[in-house]
């Protein structure tokens, strides 16, 4: 089983639907990230929960909520979708600064 | 991300070196990485270094950095057709929130040529 585990891997949705991803991980990490991928521009930083009690916005928030269920859960929810939020999506964990991330291996969402 | 500069393609033919290139913008990093994406997949962590070093080297995988300059590189020795794919510059900076996050560039695309 993989370490990140990200939930669907592929999603078409409507504009003004709201949308759940979903990002479980068995590394034991107290961090964990959600990015946004478009082409050409790298990753941009969406949230990131240090702890379960610990969230904080990233670069590009707005139009995006997060939750934090549990230590190995962290789900991303688009409460109206767009067609701009069309990317792929990753979740990361991280234990400490040094180790890096580690990645899921992405949700591909398409807003119609 | 804007703080993190990268070329966006690299072409090169297999057995040849390739050196990806990258500048940053934050004094204050302590850590650099470099990721590796393939088609279909998440990012791999390829390697890092501290931001005291000069050099790493782990295998085929060289990994330079200039901190005066602000820019890091990865050369790639003997490269082959299996190292096809995204490379991503990553710093780690501290956020307005003032906890550590890392920032990446926007990738580089390298093609090896057979």
């Known amino acids: 089983d993989a370490d990140v585990t990200q939930t669907p891997r592929n999603r078409i949705t409507k504009t003004g639907k709201r949308i759940m991803l979903e990002c479980s991980q068995t590394?034991?990490?107290?961090?964990m990230y959600w990015y946004r991928q478009d082409p050409g521009l790298g990753l941009q930083l969406i949230y990131y929960s240090f702890d379960v009690k610990d969230i904080n916005k990233g670069e590009i928030s707005d139009g995006y909520s997060v939750s934090r269920q549990a230590q190995a859960k962290f789900s991303l929810s688009l409460e109206s979708a767009i067609p701009n939020q069309t990317a792929l999506y990753f979740c990361?964990?991280?234990?400490?600064?040094?180790?890096?991330?580690?990645f899921g291996s992405g949700t591909r969402l398409t807003v119609v | 991300g804007e703080d993190v500069e990268q070329s966006l393609f690299l072409s090169v033919r297999e057995g040849d070196s390739s050196v990806i290139n990258c500048t940053y913008t934050?004094?204050?990093?302590?850590?650099l990485y470099w990721y590796k994406q393939e088609p279909g997949a998440g990012l791999q962590l390829l390697t890092y270094i501290f931001s005291n070093m000069d050099m790493k080297q782990d295998q085929r995988l060289t990994v330079l950095l200039n901190k005066k300059d602000k820019h890091l590189s990865l050369r790639i020795a003997d490269t082959q057709t299996g190292d096809s794919a995204i490379y991503f510059c990553a710093e780690s900076i501290i956020a307005d929130t003032g906890r550590r996050a890392l920032t990446f560039g926007s990738g580089t695309r390298l093609q090896v040529q057979p």
């Open positions: 934050d004094s204050s990093s302590t850590y």
């Open positions: 990361a964990t991280s234990d400490n600064q040094a180790g890096g991330y580690t």
């Open positions: 590394k034991g990490h107290d961090r």
